[in-house]
């Protein structure tokens, strides 16, 4: 069974080989300092047993995930959302395919210079 560490680095891999519009701009938690748009954020992986055999132990265990899209345009955060969406969508993450995949929200706010951001957060779920 893969670690957090483990799916988020697949995740992470994913995107950055097949989403180009954010060329290597993929991190864990949004940058506190000087950033450039688009970008994504991988957050909140969380783990969780699932299900459990007649013996007690677990055998499925979940991986819920947030990809957040930051972009400077409603237009570029639906194009990058939707290109994100297929790729996790049709693709491996340490050899599943998600369970789920959604948007959960879309929100647009101005940063400490006064600049609008436009951010999506895509919800996704694998089980393992």
Do not use: C, W
Not at 48 to 53: A, L
Not at 64 to 89: H, P
Not at 100 to 123: C, M, P, Q, S, W
Request: hydrophobic letters at 35%; a neutral charge; glycine letters at 4%.
């Amino acid at each position: 069974m893969p670690t957090k560490k483990d799916v988020f680095l697949g995740i992470k891999n994913l995107l950055d080989a097949n989403i180009p519009e954010v060329s290597s701009r993929i991190y864990s938690s949004f940058p506190k300092k000087k950033y450039t748009l688009p970008l994504i954020v991988i957050s909140n992986v969380s783990h969780s047993f699932g299900e459990r055999s007649l013996s007690g132990k677990f055998y499925r265990t979940h991986y819920s995930i947030d990809v957040e899209v930051y972009t400077k345009t409603a237009q570029e955060l639906d194009e990058i959302s939707e290109k994100v969406s297929m790729v996790l969508r049709d693709n491996q993450v340490q050899g599943r395919y998600p369970e789920a995949v959604g948007d959960i929200d879309n929100l647009e706010f101005v940063d400490d210079n006064n600049k609008i951001i436009h951010k999506r957060t895509i919800a996704v779920t694998y089980a393992y």
